[in-house]
T-cell receptor
């Protein structure tokens, strides 16, 4: 079974700073997908960024980028020029690659606070 | 597209009552998932469907929980009888395929008193 670990329950940074959230996972699968989801106080789950394991290039989406280290089974999220609206819970998630629907396995989350 | 639509947004019920949560997935998405979120256990997958067929219900806590997907545009999660430990936020999500991840609904906050 796959497991996802987020070792930082809470983080806090000043607006405009850069912050990195950590995520490690355990799997015996060779092909899979990794995701970061954001959950603001509204509780809506919002997809931030995705990474396919077979791609060596790290995914980027505007101010959000990942550092994917397949051998180390590490998938960290970097938020540059942080904004007040980035305040949220952030969840790292794993999905194996297979035909048909597959379940997302989530980490416990990191609560990120951006201070003015 | 209106996204994944869940109803109700909030539900307060008394212990022992039947509760039905509803979900309308995004049109064209062939996979639907029900998750439960609590402080203690985080996000747990309860059940998921592919093309309206239940694929894995191993996360359903016990026989009090049941889920149906009678057609591609509607699913229900029923708890009967409800208990205070069922209090949580229940999310529905849909997906067109693995690589895209899921789109979540805004959740139903269930409180059983």
């Amino acid at each position: 079974a796959q497991t996802v670990t987020q070792s930082q329950p809470e983080m806090s940074v000043q607006e405009a700073e850069t912050v990195t959230l950590s995520c490690t996972y355990d799997t015996s699968e060779s092909n899979y997908y990794l995701f970061w989801y954001k959950q603001p106080p509204s509780r809506q789950m919002i997809l931030v960024i995705r990474q396919e394991a077979y791609k060596q290039q790290n995914a980027t989406e505007n101010r959000f980028s990942v550092n994917f280290q397949k051998a180390a089974k590490s998938f960290s999220l970097k938020i540059s020029d942080s904004q007040l609206g980035d305040t949220a819970m952030y969840f790292c998630a794993f999905m194996k690659h297979a035909w048909g629907a597959q379940k997302l396995v989530f980490g416990q989350g990191t609560r990120l606070t951006i201070n003015p | 597209d209106a996204g994944v639509i869940q109803s109700p947004r909030h539900e307060v019920t008394e212990m022992g009552q039947e509760v039905t949560l509803r979900c309308k997935p995004i049109s064209g998405h062939n996979s639907l998932f029900w998750y439960r979120q609590t402080m203690m256990r985080g996000l747990e997958l309860l059940i998921y469907f592919n093309n309206n067929v239940p694929i894995d219900d191993s996360g359903m806590p016990e026989d009090r929980f049941s889920a149906k997907m009678p057609n591609a545009s509607f699913s229900t999660l029923k708890i009967q009888p409800s208990e205070p430990r069922d209090s949580a936020v229940y999310f529905c999500a849909s997906s067109p395929g693995t690589i895209y991840g899921y789109t979540f609904g805004s959740g139903t906050r269930l409180t059983v008193v």
